[in-house]
């Protein structure tokens, strides 16, 4: 089956820095892709999500950019604090037609630590 | 607004023994969903419903059976443990293509 995956499993960075976070797909026909944040002992926690009409998309410090030419979408953390250290995963979906809302798939993830 | 509440938090069985893991939300979503996350991995899709009385097969549903009775409802049942069922669990719901999730049971199948 198709499936989404990480570039890099781990990440360390210094508070203040700017964090990327790297996801590629391999299903062509995915129209829609969320990134979750997950804590130790806590379900995943939406935090952006993006539609494959768009190139990119801003939150409040995060930003997501989708590269469809090369199946690949990253997301940014602007300022990255020590509360952002995580697991970070994306997913994607293929959503036209509405029959497949939820039935997401998960990349594998990227731990994000941030030292003070 | 509790949003998806799982329970228990935390169980383990030995090889051979059911199970119930419950799952509610109060969000009023029509569409629920059973993933498992092994360590180190993202999450696997088991089953999803796409509202009370309709349930579907996922990625990984062998050893595993559902039911959905009401709208807020969507509890796994795990009929003979085995240890590869060792994993958390998570539910979700969504209105539409959003996933808000639980934060899970922690199996383990000794």
């Known amino acids: 089956g198709e499936s989404v995956g990480l570039h890099l499993p781990t990440l360390s960075v210094q508070e203040g820095d700017n964090s990327i976070i790297n996801c590629a797909y391999s299903n062509s026909a995915s129209d829609y892709f969320i990134w979750y944040k997950q804590e130790s002992g806590k379900g995943p926690q939406f935090i952006i999500d993006i539609r494959s009409n768009m190139d990119k998309r801003q939150g409040q410090r995060v930003t997501v950019l989708l590269n469809k030419t090369v199946k690949h979408l990253s997301l940014q953390i602007a300022a990255t604090q020590p509360g952002d250290s995580a697991v970070y995963f994306c997913?994607?979906?293929?959503?036209?037609?509405?029959?497949?809302?939820?039935?997401?798939?998960f990349g594998q993830g990227t731990i994000l630590t941030v030292h003070p | 607004n509790a949003g998806v509440t799982q329970t228990p938090k935390f169980r383990i069985l030995k090889i051979g023994q059911s199970m119930t893991l419950q799952c509610t939300q109060d969000m009023n979503h029509n569409y629920m969903y059973w993933y498992r996350q092994d360590p180190g991995m993202g999450l696997k899709l088991i089953y999803y419903s796409v509202g009370a009385g309709i349930t579907d097969k996922g990625e990984v549903p062998n050893g595993y059976n559902v039911s959905r009775s009401t709208t807020e409802d969507f509890p796994l049942r795990l009929e003979l443990a085995a240890p590869s069922q060792t994993s958390v669990y998570f539910c979700a719901s969504s209105y539409e293509a959003l996933p808000h999730f639980g934060n899970g049971t922690r199996l383990t199948v000794t």
């Open positions: 997913a994607e979906n293929r959503i036209a037609g509405g029959t497949s809302y939820g039935k997401l798939t």
